[in-house]
């Protein structure tokens, strides 16, 4: 009679562990559970975690390039934004994020955020026929790039919340990220493109790789420290 008893205990208990195995296989997953920081793709998460703060809350209006700029969109390549995003810009603020460069996402997680830019902010627009490429591909010439700064770019740039010639500022920006303002803008801020900043007569090239060279050339070798001749 107690084994008996006691057998039947020991299948009640059974069939109440059966159950709650089985009502565990088809339970939903909790809504507040967290996933892993390597497996989160989604692009606004991703943006919002590691580039928001320097390029503004949606690609625009920040201290940084502004992404969502459809005409930056149409110039830059996917290449190239896999390769800043993952290794950094040298010569700028702009850090590496990619695992293979020592930052924390992985490169589906880079493919993610170029893909959701395209998605997000290149609203179809297609490369001018006459329009600079991304990468200078001629030498630049100083006292050309002077003559077309002062033509093109100092009627503005001369205020003092506006000097691009400022030393300091030319420390912190890299020449690619000089070209690439230059020929695509800040929309955001009201800085005109290449095809704007001088009525009637579009930037070449030419113009846009020299005036580049001629803003390099005032950088200084002790960027934050005394300069000579001060004292």
């Not at 208990?13 to 565990?24: E, G, T």
């Not at 503005?156 to 400022?166: D, F, G, L, T, Y």
Request: hydrophobic share 40%; aromatic share 6%; glycine share 8%.
């Amino acid at each position: 009679m107690r084994l008996l008893r006691a057998t039947s205990i020991l299948c009640a208990l059974a069939a109440v562990s059966c159950a709650a195995c089985n009502r565990a296989d088809v339970l939903p997953a909790r809504a507040d559970e967290v996933a892993r920081p390597e497996d989160v793709l989604d692009f606004w998460t991703l943006f919002r975690q590691n580039c928001s703060a320097c390029h503004g809350q949606n690609g625009q209006n920040g201290p940084a390039l502004d992404l969502a700029n459809p005409i930056y969109q149409s110039l830059v390549d996917d290449a190239s934004l896999k390769k800043w995003i993952t290794g950094g810009m040298t010569g700028t603020e702009m850090p590496a994020f990619g695992q293979s460069a020592g930052g924390f996402l992985t490169e589906k997680q880079v493919d993610a955020l170029v893909a959701g830019m395209r998605k997000n902010w290149a609203n179809g627009a297609a490369s001018a026929p006459d329009e600079p490429p991304y990468a200078a591909n001629l030498p630049g010439d100083v006292k050309s790039g002077e003559q077309v700064y002062n033509s093109a770019c100092v009627s503005c740039h001369e205020k003092p919340n506006a000097q691009i010639s400022n030393p300091s500022y030319l420390a912190l920006v890299a020449d690619q990220a000089l070209r690439t303002i230059t020929i695509a803008g800040r929309p955001d801020l009201g800085h005109p493109d290449w095809q704007q900043v001088r009525p009637g007569q579009p930037l070449t090239n030419a113009d846009v790789t020299n005036v580049v060279a001629y803003l390099a050339s005032l950088r200084s070798a002790t960027p934050g420290q005394p300069y000579p001749g001060h004292p």
